[in-house]
């Protein structure tokens, strides 16, 4: 289950070396090309619609909380769409725009008292993005694994099964007002990164389930509190879109690989 944690430590100087050699930004904008064009229409459409929303956000200027939430919320919404696209593209900007897109989305979620999405955001940071920015050769010959036994779901059931319990426990002592979907879409996210940074198809069944869940989070914190960016709704909406369009890819590839 670690494997891609050694891996990254143990070749650490040469991926360092082979990056900067090239020169950092310009092998950033190496990883956006040969996406699939649902990816880049997903990213597209996002923008515009982020752009419909803080435009009046700005306008109506209703506090300077208001602001910092609606600029947050549409930088946050765009980089996070970035990110989950550039992972059904296996590209390996997503270590550097999923950092970039979490702080932006702590800001909002902390406004919005969603502490779920902050605990999400940087068990993210800590346990995938920086090991995927640290290894810039993450999509290298890169091929979808897949389970190829039952007890390997057990396993993961029993990851998911044990961090709901622990971070329901742990949000049941900070009056969270949403805490079973809190609960819910932090401890799949966990098992999703899992399997996304091991490589398994396997982490769309886990990453449907939580861009799921944490629509109902957002619906949740706008209807009772009234506080939640309505940005970050519309990004976690694509999020389904586009985790439809990754499970499409990976399982495609699993399956020509094993019939070949």
Not at 67 to 87: E, P, Q, R, Y
Not at 113 to 135: C, I, P, S
Not at 232 to 257: C, D, H, I, P, Q
Request: with cysteine.
């Amino acid at each position: 289950m670690f494997e891609s944690y050694k891996r990254v430590l143990t070749n650490l100087p040469e991926y360092s070396k082979n990056v900067f050699r090239k020169g950092y930004f310009k092998w950033l904008l190496g990883q956006v090309k040969g996406w699939s064009k649902i990816l880049y229409l997903i990213c597209i459409v996002n923008f515009i619609m982020q752009c419909a929303i803080l435009i009046p956000a700005l306008l109506n200027n209703t506090g300077i909380i208001s602001i910092v939430a609606a600029i947050a919320g549409f930088m946050g919404a765009n980089l996070s769409v970035l990110c989950v696209c550039s992972i059904s593209a296996r590209s390996a900007l997503n270590g550097f725009t999923s950092i970039s897109s979490a702080l932006f989305i702590i800001t909002a979620a902390c406004i919005s008292h969603n502490w779920a999405t902050v605990a999400e955001q940087l068990f993210f940071m800590f346990a995938m993005d920086f090991w995927v920015l640290l290894d810039p050769m993450w999509n290298k010959d890169i091929k979808a694994r897949e389970f190829s036994k039952a007890s390997e779901w057990f396993k993961y059931l029993g990851i998911f099964i044990l961090a709901y319990i622990v971070i329901y426990f742990v949000f049941s002592y900070t009056n969270d007002p949403n805490l079973i979907p809190d609960s819910l879409v932090l401890s799949v996210s966990v098992v999703a990164s899992l399997l996304e940074f091991n490589r398994y198809k396997e982490q769309y069944v886990f990453w449907l389930i939580g861009n799921v869940a944490n629509c109902w989070v957002w619906v949740a914190s706008w209807l009772s509190q009234g506080t939640a960016t309505p940005a970050l709704l519309v990004s976690y909406s694509l999020f389904f879109l586009n985790s439809l369009t990754g499970m499409y890819l990976w399982y495609k590839e699993a399956r020509t690989l094993r019939n070949k």
